[in-house]
């Protein structure tokens, strides 16, 4: 069974950084896309973020350009997603996706097929 595990939420000041890790198991990452998602109170899921399976190919939405970076590390087996110049409107639970396919070229926004539980960020003004 698929499991994919998200940490590194918390508190922080506007402003701050924040470290997201999604580990897997039962399943390796490698070779496949993984995704960021995120859901505020009373929100939708939205893309946060992508990565290709080799890592050559990252996708953002336009709210965290340049502030958000995706990567990931095979060996490990984990993806993260690094998050600076936070703002209060990151606030959210932030989620880890996977791609059941394989070395699929690019990235995409939608068809995820496996999920973490989210881990809570919460900015503060």
């Known amino acids: 069974q698929v499991h994919l595990v998200e940490s590194g939420g918390g508190w922080v000041q506007a402003g701050g950084s924040l470290r997201l890790f999604c580990a897997s198991s039962g399943w390796t990452c490698s070779g496949h896309a993984m995704g960021w998602f995120r859901q505020s109170l009373g929100k939708e899921r939205e893309f946060v973020a992508a990565?290709?399976?080799?890592?050559?190919?990252?996708d953002y939405a336009d709210s965290v350009k340049g502030r958000f970076s995706v990567s990931r590390d095979d060996a490990k087996n984990t993806v993260y997603l690094q998050m600076n110049s936070l703002k209060p409107e990151d606030t959210a639970v932030y989620y880890c996706a996977g791609d059941r396919a394989v070395y699929k070229s690019g990235v995409q926004r939608w068809g995820y097929n496996y999920w973490g539980q989210g881990t809570q960020v919460t900015v503060s003004s």
């Open positions: 990565i290709s399976w080799n890592g050559g190919s990252r």
